[in-house]
């Protein structure tokens, strides 16, 4: 007779534990969303932060230039901005080089879906799982990129949580225009 009662209590802890990842992830989403607004580029702005397993913010990125590079206007344009331009991901990894911050272990939000090179730089620096928003394949420009990415995460065995861009609860309180699920540019 006291088995169910057992089962029953587990399952409600692994409910309870599983509804409180989600508040954190929600709440690690929506403040990597809103680190991307501080961005300056034109048609993108992407956020991320990295925490570690007690759910402290460790280090956050945003897309733009390195720190102490001029803004000049021509640099914010297409094909000269891939050149001046890091991804909000490889910021937060080199923000956290330069401080002496162990990112082993330690868990990426992106608003947006890594690109390659900031795959290998996610397994490159010790990441255990990474979330990020729902892939958009049909982009033209970021699609296959996209497929690279998620396989060498699962190669790499990674684990990879996907977000739903339209979750309305994630969404809430911003302001979405001008958000990368807009343009699907870079
Ligand atoms: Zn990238």
């Not at 992407?46 to 230039?65: K, L, M, P, Q, W």
């Amino acid at each position: 007779m006291k088995l169910p009662t057992i089962v029953f209590n587990i399952n409600k802890k692994q409910k309870a534990e599983k509804e409180r990842k989600k508040k954190w992830d929600i709440r690690m989403m929506k403040a990597s969303k809103h680190i991307g607004t501080w961005s300056k580029d034109l048609s993108t702005k992407v956020g991320c932060v990295i925490v570690n397993d007690e759910n402290r913010i460790i280090a956050t990125g945003y897309n733009g230039f390195p720190a102490g590079v001029h803004e000049d206007e021509e640099r914010f344009f297409r094909p000269l901005k891939y050149k001046y331009t890091e991804h909000s991901e490889r910021n937060a990894f080199y923000y956290a080089a330069k401080e002496g911050i162990a990112l082993k272990g330690c868990t990426l939000y992106v608003d947006w879906i890594p690109c390659a090179d900031c795959a290998r730089g996610i397994i490159g620096v010790g990441l255990k799982r990474v979330v990020i928003e729902d892939p958009n394949h049909n982009f033209e420009r970021w699609g296959e990129d996209f497929k690279i990415t998620l396989t060498m995460l699962k190669e790499a065995g990674i684990e990879v949580e996907v977000f739903n861009e339209f979750d309305k609860e994630l969404w809430k309180g911003f302001d979405t225009k001008g958000y990368n699920g807009d343009s699907g540019e870079f």
